[in-house]
């Protein structure tokens, strides 16, 4: 298993505002902005050097997890096994370590075309494209009907304040997404946070990566904000068969999860839902 010894980072800055009411009168207030910072995510083997991969918006914190977590959905990591040791980068001749670039060692050579790909992601969005589509339908076969947790109406409701619950920078900041592992008991497995919504569900896949537990099967994936392709991509190469958002997916998400077999539900909040694909997993 990887040696993961993470540093813990600032998730938040202190900064003054300048308040202005309707009235025209003013006045300043500390505030508490989220970290945004951009990390470099590199790879290399036994018979490869250290090569980049992408640059990737993202607030500071659980590094080593979206690392791990974004190779393993681009492909370049299949099982927990294939993770060596996840590290920050050091300066040649010195003990001062770079934080905002991680090194994830790999047990076998990876393919270098993804390497070449130069990848630059914003906090707001993936990566998508035709090439993206044709990769998935190649890698991911569809998920058993039979597969995935089944939930009770009541508990698919009460996901979003199950994963609020375990989300303290948001609750200082209102500026985060949040992503989550919760079971068919309502027991969160981890929950994430991240000014970007794919970022946040690299850091949870990430955790599951590290710590063995793939395929998986037995969870649904809780995300804060809405569902583009992006997010059913990586749900569906971690064998995710069941997700949830509380906002709005798009056609080529609900079309996605409806062809690989996997539950797809949003607009979660308020005390009801929106079951776009495989209804089965829910019950009365």
């Keep these: 298993m990887a040696n993961i010894a993470a540093v813990v980072r600032r998730k938040v800055a202190n900064w003054t505002v300048t308040v202005v009411r309707k009235d025209g009168s003013r006045a300043t207030k500390p505030d508490v902005l989220v970290t945004e910072e951009p990390l470099e995510i590199r790879a290399e083997s036994p018979s490869q050097e250290v090569q980049p991969i992408a640059v990737t918006m993202r607030t ?15 492909g370049m990591i299949k099982h927990s096994d294939d993770v060596r040791t996840v590290r920050y980068c050091q300066l040649p001749d010195s003990a001062e370590q770079q934080f905002n670039v991680v090194t994830v060692s790999l047990a076998a050579p990876f393919d270098e ?29 569809g998920i058993d009907p039979n597969k995935g947790p089944v939930l009770t109406a009541k508990l698919l409701v009460a996901l979003p304040e199950i994963i609020r619950e375990m989300q303290p920078t948001f609750d200082r900041t209102g500026g985060l997404h949040a992503a989550g592992l919760v079971d068919a008991s309502g027991d969160a497995y981890c929950v994430r946070e991240d000014i970007g919504r794919h970022n946040a569900v690299d850091k949870v896949i990430g955790k599951a990566v590290l710590d063995g537990k793939l395929p998986i099967s037995n969870h649904v994936l809780v995300v804060s904000g809405r569902l583009s392709f992006e997010i059913i ?46 209804a089965h997993r829910i019950t009365n």
């Excluded at 500071?60 to 681009?74: I, N, S």
């Excluded at 390497?115 to 969005?125: E, I, N, P, Y």
């Excluded at 906002?247 to 929106?274: C, H, M, Y």
Aim: hydrophobic share 45%; aromatic share 6%.
């Design 60 to 74: 500071p914190g659980h590094d080593f997890e979206l690392a791990v977590g974004f190779l393993f959905t681009e």
């Design 113 to 141: 075309a993804l390497s070449r790909r130069g990848m630059v992601t914003s906090a707001s969005c993936g990566i998508c494209g035709t090439t993206s589509i044709e990769q998935l339908a190649q890698t991911v076969s």
């Design 233 to 278: 991509q990586k749900a569906a190469m971690a064998g995710i068969a069941f997700i949830a958002a509380v906002g709005a997916p798009s056609s080529l998400s609900v079309e996605t999860a409806e062809n690989l077999g996997i539950t797809l539900v949003g607009f979660v909040r308020d005390g009801t839902a929106n079951i776009y694909t495989h």
